[in-house]
T-cell receptor, first 115, second 112 residues
């Protein structure tokens, strides 16, 4: 079966522009997670969804970052007025549900470069 | 959340066992230990997890000390494809929603 997919795989944008990053989780997975990984660093948690609700947005770096999920499926991470420090790989993961000890399956990531 | 401490890097000979240590001295009773790895330019991949008993699957074995303050991930017969960054993570209670906190990990280089 298909794994987690993300698009685009690479995105280059100019400082100040808005970007949208998309994640398609594994079918039937009710939990979805967004992480950010700066060059040479570990992953930073951004936000997770259980269904279409986001109980924990604590990792979003600023109000320029937002995310939504619809139909308990696809999720979009939006970064407004991008800054150079937003350059990173943005990783999405999904799991069967958020409140059980199950594994997260990760997508390949979207590499964002802000010039 | 309990923090973890791992050596930043280690080398391993192909075909030999790789033993990756992790210290999690502040772990609490209901927190699980998870291991993931990240091969260059890919998303992380789940390896194994455990609470207090030793665990084994097709990829690795996880040995957790009796006091749960440390654990060791064992790759029984390392191959070149096992070269990756290995992350030891203490997963908080279920109520926290399976949020994973990744530290620096151990960069493992398997050499021929």
């Amino acid at each position: 079966g298909a794994g987690v997919s993300q698009s685009p795989s690479n995105k280059v944008t100019e400082k100040g522009k808005d970007v949208e990053l998309r994640c398609d989780p594994i079918s039937g997975h009710t939990a979805l997670y967004w992480y950010r990984q700066r060059l040479g660093q570990g992953l930073e948690f951004l936000i997770y969804f259980q269904g279409n609700s986001a109980p924990d947005k604590s990792g979003l770096p600023s109000d320029r970052f937002s995310a939504e999920r619809t139909g308990e499926s696809v999720s979009t991470l939006t970064i407004q007025r991008t800054q150079q420090e937003d350059s990173a790989v943005y990783l999405c993961a999904s799991s069967l549900e958020a409140y059980a000890y199950n594994e997260q399956f990760f997508g390949p990531g979207t590499r964002l470069t802000v010039l | 959340d309990a923090k973890t401490t791992q050596p930043p890097s280690m080398d391993c000979a192909e075909g030999r066992a790789a033993n990756l240590p992790c210290n999690h001295s502040t772990i609490s009773g209901n927190e699980y230990v998870y291991w993931y790895r990240q091969i260059h330019s890919q998303g992380p991949q789940y390896i194994i997890h455990g609470l207090k008993n030793n665990e084994t699957n097709e990829m690795a074995s996880l040995i957790i000390t009796e006091d749960r303050k440390s654990s060791t991930l064992i790759l029984p017969h390392a191959t070149l494809r096992d070269t990756a960054v290995y992350y030891c993570i203490v997963r908080p209670s279920k109520a926290a929603g399976n949020k994973l906190t990744f530290g620096g990990g151990t960069r493992v280089l398997v050499k021929p």
